[in-house]
Protein backbone atom coordinates (compact mmCIF):
# COMPACT_ATOMS: atom_id res chain seq x y z
CA UNK A 1 0.00 0.00 0.00
CA UNK A 2 1.30 3.60 -1.01
CA UNK A 3 2.22 5.83 1.99
CA UNK A 4 0.19 8.79 2.71
CA UNK A 5 0.99 12.32 3.84
CA UNK A 6 -0.85 14.34 6.33
CA UNK A 7 -0.55 17.30 3.92
CA UNK A 8 -2.18 16.02 1.29
CA UNK A 9 -2.76 12.31 -0.61
CA UNK A 10 0.47 11.71 -1.90
CA UNK A 11 1.04 8.57 -3.66
CA UNK A 12 4.47 7.12 -3.00
CA UNK A 13 4.67 4.05 -5.18
CA UNK A 14 3.02 6.16 -8.15
CA UNK A 15 5.45 8.66 -7.75
CA UNK A 16 8.24 5.89 -7.78
CA UNK A 17 6.68 4.74 -10.70
CA UNK A 18 6.62 7.44 -12.80
CA UNK A 19 10.18 8.83 -12.37
CA UNK A 20 11.78 5.04 -12.86
CA UNK A 21 9.48 4.07 -16.15
CA UNK A 22 10.65 7.88 -17.19
CA UNK A 23 14.35 5.99 -17.00
CA UNK A 24 15.94 9.87 -16.73
CA UNK A 25 18.05 9.28 -13.57
CA UNK A 26 19.19 12.08 -10.93
CA UNK A 27 20.71 13.64 -13.46
CA UNK A 28 17.94 13.85 -15.79
CA UNK A 29 15.80 15.06 -13.11
CA UNK A 30 18.63 17.57 -12.32
CA UNK A 31 18.90 18.29 -16.41
CA UNK A 32 14.92 19.31 -16.65
CA UNK A 33 15.48 22.01 -14.23
CA UNK A 34 13.54 20.94 -11.03
CA UNK A 35 13.38 23.36 -8.09
CA UNK A 36 11.86 21.31 -5.98
CA UNK A 37 13.73 17.73 -4.72
CA UNK A 38 10.58 14.83 -5.46
CA UNK A 39 8.84 13.64 -2.10
CA UNK A 40 9.88 10.32 -3.06
CA UNK A 41 13.88 11.61 -1.87
CA UNK A 42 12.97 13.08 1.19
CA UNK A 43 14.23 10.87 4.26
CA UNK A 44 11.64 10.76 7.19
CA UNK A 45 12.62 11.76 10.48
CA UNK A 46 13.96 8.46 11.69
CA UNK A 47 16.80 8.27 9.10
CA UNK A 48 18.14 11.75 10.00
CA UNK A 49 21.04 11.90 12.32
CA UNK A 50 20.68 13.30 15.22
CA UNK A 51 22.60 16.02 16.63
CA UNK A 52 25.89 15.70 17.77
CA UNK A 53 27.81 16.76 20.44
CA UNK A 54 30.05 19.79 19.43
CA UNK A 55 33.16 18.21 21.38
CA UNK A 56 32.77 14.70 19.56
CA UNK A 57 35.94 13.91 17.87
CA UNK A 58 36.36 13.86 14.08
CA UNK A 59 36.77 10.62 12.49
CA UNK A 60 38.90 9.91 10.23
CA UNK A 61 38.95 7.46 6.90
CA UNK A 62 41.14 4.53 7.58
CA UNK A 63 43.68 3.93 5.17
CA UNK A 64 44.62 0.52 4.33
CA UNK A 65 48.36 0.05 2.50
CA UNK A 66 47.77 -3.56 0.62
CA UNK A 67 51.41 -3.58 0.35
CA UNK A 68 51.52 -4.74 4.22
CA UNK A 69 51.57 -8.73 4.95
CA UNK A 70 48.45 -10.03 4.20
CA UNK A 71 46.87 -10.86 7.89
CA UNK A 72 47.40 -7.30 8.80
CA UNK A 73 45.62 -6.48 5.40
CA UNK A 74 42.82 -8.61 6.67
CA UNK A 75 42.52 -7.30 10.11
CA UNK A 76 42.75 -3.63 8.89
CA UNK A 77 39.89 -3.87 6.40
CA UNK A 78 37.94 -6.09 9.08
CA UNK A 79 37.95 -3.01 11.47
CA UNK A 80 37.41 -0.50 9.28
CA UNK A 81 34.22 -2.96 7.88
CA UNK A 82 32.75 -3.22 10.83
CA UNK A 83 33.42 0.06 12.93
CA UNK A 84 32.75 2.85 10.30
CA UNK A 85 31.89 0.91 7.37
CA UNK A 86 34.39 2.08 4.77
CA UNK A 87 37.92 3.17 3.63
CA UNK A 88 40.86 4.11 1.88
CA UNK A 89 43.01 1.43 -0.11
CA UNK A 90 46.93 2.76 -0.92
CA UNK A 91 49.30 0.61 -2.96
CA UNK A 92 47.00 -1.86 -4.69
CA UNK A 93 48.78 -1.34 -8.35
CA UNK A 94 45.90 0.37 -10.34
CA UNK A 95 47.91 3.12 -12.23
CA UNK A 96 46.53 6.58 -11.62
CA UNK A 97 45.81 6.97 -15.94
CA UNK A 98 43.51 3.76 -15.27
CA UNK A 99 41.75 5.98 -12.52
CA UNK A 100 41.81 8.98 -14.05
CA UNK A 101 40.44 7.35 -17.31
CA UNK A 102 37.52 5.48 -15.10
CA UNK A 103 36.60 9.07 -13.88
CA UNK A 104 36.64 10.67 -17.14
CA UNK A 105 34.41 7.83 -19.12
CA UNK A 106 31.95 8.03 -15.99
CA UNK A 107 31.85 11.55 -16.68
CA UNK A 108 31.66 11.38 -19.96
CA UNK A 109 28.59 8.79 -20.13
CA UNK A 110 26.46 11.61 -17.17
CA UNK A 111 26.91 13.70 -19.64
CA UNK A 112 25.79 12.01 -22.41
CA UNK A 113 21.84 12.85 -23.19
CA UNK A 114 19.11 11.56 -21.36
CA UNK A 115 18.46 9.88 -24.49
CA UNK A 116 21.11 8.18 -24.78
CA UNK A 117 21.49 7.10 -21.26
CA UNK A 118 17.79 5.93 -20.82
CA UNK A 119 18.98 3.27 -23.73
CA UNK A 120 20.91 1.68 -20.28
CA UNK A 121 18.45 2.30 -17.87
CA UNK A 122 16.39 -1.01 -16.36
CA UNK A 123 16.69 -2.54 -12.92
CA UNK A 124 18.20 -5.94 -14.09
CA UNK A 125 22.02 -5.74 -13.08
CA UNK A 126 22.52 -8.99 -14.95
CA UNK A 127 22.47 -7.58 -18.50
CA UNK A 128 25.71 -6.17 -19.03
CA UNK A 129 25.95 -2.57 -19.03
CA UNK A 130 23.07 -1.13 -16.44
CA UNK A 131 22.09 2.15 -15.67
CA UNK A 132 19.78 3.06 -12.53
CA UNK A 133 18.67 4.97 -9.20
CA UNK A 134 18.33 3.12 -6.08
CA UNK A 135 18.37 -0.35 -6.50
CA UNK A 136 15.89 -0.26 -3.36
CA UNK A 137 13.80 2.26 -5.08
CA UNK A 138 10.57 0.47 -4.82
CA UNK A 139 11.85 -1.04 -1.27
CA UNK A 140 13.11 1.97 0.29
CA UNK A 141 11.40 4.44 2.80
CA UNK A 142 13.64 7.30 0.88
CA UNK A 143 15.86 7.24 -2.16
CA UNK A 144 18.97 8.06 -2.43
CA UNK A 145 20.26 11.12 -4.30
CA UNK A 146 22.35 9.22 -6.98
CA UNK A 147 22.33 7.51 -10.13
CA UNK A 148 24.41 4.54 -10.86
CA UNK A 149 26.42 2.32 -13.58
CA UNK A 150 27.17 -0.46 -13.63
CA UNK A 151 29.02 -3.18 -15.84
CA UNK A 152 28.39 -7.11 -14.94
CA UNK A 153 30.25 -7.79 -17.99
CA UNK A 154 33.48 -6.20 -16.96
CA UNK A 155 32.93 -7.28 -13.40
CA UNK A 156 32.64 -11.13 -14.75
CA UNK A 157 36.17 -10.66 -16.55
CA UNK A 158 37.44 -9.05 -13.00
CA UNK A 159 36.18 -12.07 -11.08
CA UNK A 160 37.47 -14.69 -13.68
CA UNK A 161 40.97 -12.52 -13.70
CA UNK A 162 41.10 -12.45 -9.70
CA UNK A 163 40.09 -16.25 -9.46
CA UNK A 164 42.97 -17.39 -11.92
CA UNK A 165 45.22 -15.61 -9.59
CA UNK A 166 43.97 -17.03 -6.53
CA UNK A 167 44.29 -20.61 -8.34
CA UNK A 168 48.27 -19.58 -9.24
CA UNK A 169 48.72 -18.63 -5.66
CA UNK A 170 47.36 -21.91 -4.20
CA UNK A 171 49.45 -23.96 -7.09
CA UNK A 172 52.80 -22.34 -5.81
CA UNK A 173 51.64 -22.65 -2.13
Do not use: C
Not at 146 to 172: E, G, N, Y
Amino acid sequence: MASLTTEHKYDRLKEVKQFDESKIGVKGLLDTGITTIPSFFHQPPENLPSPQPKNQPRLTVPVIDLSQDRSTVVDEIRGASSTLGFFQIVNHSISVTSIESVIKDMKNFYEQTTEYKMKFYNREVEKGVTYSTNMDLYKSKAASWRDTIQDISSRTSAIKSLQSTVDRLRAQI
